[in-house]
């Protein structure tokens, strides 16, 4: 029984170190990837197009439900002590620092990793990713590499984007509902932001897209067993991503505020 | 030249090849035959160097491949093309993308001419105005034509066909094998094709060799192969359902 259990802990410590071993070997190869020509621009646009112009809707019903949501459920403590204009604040630090870059990247892991995961798994067992070796083409440089450098760009652009939009939400309940008026509830928002809070939420927002590339990439590359095994591929792909980023997200939370 | 030296190589401790030795000479059309799963697309996989052996060197031409780095290994791999089994044409690729893949990565062709290199392949396999459609939208054997019109593209020294013709109707199949011919003898490429389908084996092959349990049991002409008294060969050959193959297996429970 004891044994058992140690075998079971022992395997799954292997697979877990295999796992971290095999992603980072596929971070480091697109890395080294990265400025060999050529330059696959058109690839790299598309896959930006589908990351970040397709993922505005969603990331824009989010955020700003999630901006409303804060300033009500912040309004209903502040209320008691008639410290409403502070909600203003509260929803842009909250979006900015945490929510938009966590938010933004939890949907483009949902949405775009997934599908990356489907794409380059479903590759991996109908031997496209073997045909592409076979014509003398690395298949980190072609279907890692573009996928990349859109998440890398597009993934903060998104989160400034749901930095904004999640702002409106809260002031469209702090104007409209709690009667804050549009300049005091713009001043309270410029006066408790700084660069600093931006550019943390971004570097993190950096972080996560690697997590969700390279995460869904190297789901796919070991797929393995038809469609059932691109099923749990994508599955896998997607939990693991959400594990990492809100892990990793704790990890530069702490990290930041401790080294400023 | 195609040498492949004592090569192992296991799968979740199971052995796929064991100290396997082959040699295939330049120009010679070898088909390799066994049963489903005994390790023929592993032994394909290995020349191309799309596997690496646990042990053992394959040499083409007399280099081994299996020292060779990421770049000497694309040079050596554009001296080869391979039809898969189920072609592993790009999806969203259209044809004339897929086809002319090699000449858009690695080369500065025209378009023009491009184009032109991909109507000859696609016509030699006999096919034609389907240059814009995706691969979703042809039939399972004119995506094999396909691949091979693919793999033919950059004239390749050695073609290497994995199951040609699994998955297509007999008359298809019967096609694809006259395909095969027709290019070896037009093109003058060494071929090496795996498969277990015997009318094929027969048809295509200078040569033929078996695989069984991970090493190489039997090899020779298609005749001799026919009259061997390898009681092992003749089981295969003949599709029997009792014999040395099959012996402890009870396919009883089956009827």
Known sequence: MLRDLAKLIGKRFVEFVRYGGGASILLGETLFWIPMPPMRRKQIFEQMSKIGVDSLPIVSLISLFTGMVLALQSAYQMQKISAEIYIAGLVALSMVRELGPVLTALIVAGRIGASITAEVGTMKVTEQIDALETLATNPVKYLVVPRFLALVIMIPLLTLYADVIGGLGGYLIGVHKLNITHAMYMKMTWKALKYKDVYTGLIKSVFFAVIICIVACYEGMRAEGGAEGVGRATTSSVVTSFI???ASDC???????FLT | MIEIINVSKSF????????LN??????????????SGCG???????IIGLLKPDSGHVLIDGKDITRMDEKELSAVRLKFGMLFQGAALFDSLNILENVGFALIEHTNTPRADII????ESLTLVGLKDIEYKKPAELSGGMRKRVGLARAILVRPEIMLYDEPTTGVDPIMGDSINDLIIKLHTKLNV???A???DMISAYKIADRVAMLYNGKIVADGTPDEIKNTKDPIVRQFITGAGTGPITEGIDFEHLV
């Open chain 2, 194 to 196: 795996v498969t277990h």
């Open chain 1, 244 to 246: 990492l980023i809100i």
């Open chain 2, 12 to 19: 979740d401790g199971h052995k796929e090849l064991d100290n």
């Open chain 2, 190 to 192: 060494t071929s090496i």
């Open chain 2, 22 to 35: 082959l040699n295939i000479k330049t120009g010679e059309s070898t088909v390799i035959i066994g049963r």
């Open chain 1, 251 to 257: 990890f530069f939370t702490a990290l930041f505020y």
């Open chain 2, 40 to 46: 023929k697309s592993v032994l394909l996989k290995h």
């Open chain 2, 116 to 119: 032109k290199r991909v109507k």
